[in-house]
């Protein structure tokens, strides 16, 4: 590992242990989410970091620990007694099997064929969620709360943010002695070549069914530490943006590095939640960023920092300058369009006589009817997809 990123690596972990114990609720809350999404992230990516199998339903293990989790606080409320730290494990039992059922049934077909089974069981648990009223609780959902245990009220989110701390360090711990163990290595090479392991006499789908039932296991555990954390949970945890949010964050983070989804999902995160107070948009600007991501550095964010053929050229430079004119003038373009057809704009023209009235965006003092306004995004949107179009030329023609 480069120097700078190893000792990235530590202030990375002293800011884990200490910020949110330090800075109150709301930093404690933020680094609460970001780990769970690490950790969902990371489980998702053993399926396709090792086997390259994609799924597009992991929603459904995560949201089978939140319940389950969620139903045994309410247990304890009535008076069973778990405590509270070892509550998170019976959300990781939970995916571990609904993993290995679903799985069983999804690996028995590769590729597009397994990812569409998968979205298909996605989908057929969240059309149950609002019909299942004595499971699911119905469109309100189930909710509970956290009760004293071991000496600790649990009442602060600090003491809430230690235990997921704590069991997300064994899952992390858990993807990353998997890779090592002897399936794990059979796991890769069952990515590499299915056919070939198969020749040699593996029993490629119990391999598949053990990889899927961990993931969904990690999942579960995901799913219940922010079921501690949020203390309710609704059928809506079911639905495609859960299942969809991993997915992206693998690939911003980097699929082939161990912890490139960790990075992934942690910034983005953190990014939802600074943008989400500044812009209604901020879920288009995720997929914007995607998008940019998966074109220009396919490794990911963190993958390109430990990709030896990662070198700055002219030709980076270009696509750098492109994907910023891009996407810049898109960010203008529909945060102006947004303000132009939101309910209070349509108010102050009406107190206008519905004539044209100038609004802020980005501090800036915008007149709707001004040529530039719209002139100079289109021109820089225009600029950076020729400058692609000849980078890419350029580069087929060598």
Aim: positive net charge.
């Amino acid at each position: 590992m480069k120097p700078f990123l190893k000792y990235a690596a530590y202030f990375a972990i002293g800011l884990l242990l200490l910020a949110p114990l330090t800075f109150g609720d709301r930093y404690a809350n933020l680094s609460i989410r970001m780990l769970i999404a690490a950790l969902f992230a990371s489980a998702f990516n053993l399926l396709w970091r090792q086997a390259r199998l994609l799924s597009f339903g992991h929603g459904v293990y995560f949201g089978a620990g939140m319940f389950v989790v969620v139903h045994l606080m309410r247990a304890n409320e009535a008076g069973l007694g778990v405590p509270l730290i070892l509550v998170p494990l019976a959300g990781a039992v939970s995916g571990l099997l609904v993993g290995v059922i679903c799985g069983f049934v999804a690996t028995l077909r590769s590729g597009a064929y397994f990812s569409m089974i998968t979205l298909a069981i996605a989908e057929l648990i969240y059309s149950l969620g609002p019909r299942w009223q004595a499971l699911f609780g119905g469109e309100a959902g189930i909710s509970s709360m956290r009760l004293p245990s071991l000496g600790l009220s649990f009442a602060a989110l600090n003491e809430v943010y230690l235990v997921v701390l704590g069991w997300s360090a064994i899952g992390f711990a858990t993807i990353w002695f998997f890779a090592r163990t002897p399936l794990g290595q059979i796991a890769f090479a069952l990515g590499d070549n299915e056919r070939r392991l198969q020749f040699l006499g593996y029993g490629t789908h119990a391999v598949k069914v053990c990889l899927f039932a961990l993931s969904a296991a990690i999942s579960g555990l995901a799913g219940g530490l922010l079921g501690v954390a949020a203390e309710n949970v609704d059928y809506t945890v079911f639905g495609p943006a859960s299942s969809a949010a991993p997915v992206i964050q693998t690939f911003i983070g980097g699929a082939d590095i161990l912890f490139g989804p960790a990075f992934g999902a942690a910034l983005l995160t953190g990014f939802g939640n600074v943008f989400s107070d500044v812009t209604r948009l901020w879920l288009l600007y995720q997929g914007l960023a995607f998008v940019v991501v998966v074109m220009f550095l396919p490794a990911g964010l963190l993958g390109s920092l430990f990709t030896k053929k990662t070198i700055l050229t002219r030709e980076t430079i270009a696509k750098a300058v492109a994907a910023l004119l891009c996407s810049a003038s898109l960010i203008f373009l529909c945060e102006s369009a947004s303000i132009l057809l939101s309910d209070s704009y349509s108010s102050l023209r009406a107190a206008h006589g519905a004539s044209w009235v100038s609004y802020r965006l980005f501090n800036m003092e915008i007149t709707p009817t001004s040529l530039v306004v719209w002139g100079l995004p289109l021109i820089a949107a225009l600029i950076g997809i020729a400058i692609t179009w000849k980078v890419r030329g350029s580069e087929e023609a060598a």
